[in-house]
């Protein structure tokens, strides 16, 4: 049994103390860290090892069972890329892009916690689980208004004036 064992170490052939150096670069860079910067920082000969050592420490540092989203929380989703070739198509016509749900929470003025995921597509029942896993029950959600949270109101047994109040009452009534 390794000290390694049950670790983000075990089954890597890098020095704990490369590890370690890795560790800091990540955490104290102000905008980030890349591979490349990461590879070169480092003096790694191999990009994929840098990439790799990089991803699992992303990886390690997600807390997964952290809190949800509490307060005022706006959710909206947008498709991810670069600009496609070609017709010039934007929006939901878009092929080649990720699309994506956040869901930020009001801090005063500015933008407190967030929440991003990478989804299949922008139907009710994907963006509706998205909801119930990132926003704390009795939250006021608000939204631009797209049939697929609209449809939240039927799901409510409370009368709810405006779709950020329907969130609200479908979050309160299926968490609750």
């Not at 670790?7 to 990540?26: C, E, G, K, N």
């Not at 500015?110 to 998205?130: E, K, Q």
């Amino acid at each position: 049994m390794s000290i390694r064992a049950g670790t983000i170490f075990q089954d890597s052939h890098l020095p704990l103390s490369l590890w370690f150096r890795a560790m800091w670069q990540v955490t104290s860079q102000k905008n980030g860290m890349s591979a490349l910067g990461l590879q070169r920082v480092l003096g790694l000969g191999s990009y994929k090892t840098a990439w790799a050592l990089l991803h699992k420490l992303r990886r390690a540092m997600v807390d997964p069972g952290r809190d949800r989203l509490k307060g005022t929380v706006e959710v909206d989703e947008a498709y991810w890329g670069g600009e496609e070739t070609g017709a010039g198509v934007t929006g939901r016509g878009a092929e080649q892009k990720a699309l994506i749900v956040v869901a930020a929470e009001e801090d005063g003025k500015s933008i407190g916690r967030m929440r991003l995921r990478h989804i299949p597509d922008a139907n009710r029942a994907t963006l509706h689980g998205f909801i119930t896993q990132a926003v704390e029950p009795g939250s006021t959600v608000r939204t631009d208004g797209l049939n697929a949270y609209l449809e939240m109101t039927s799901t409510s047994p409370h009368k709810c004036a405006a779709a950020y109040s329907a969130w609200n009452c479908w979050v309160s009534s299926m968490m609750c």
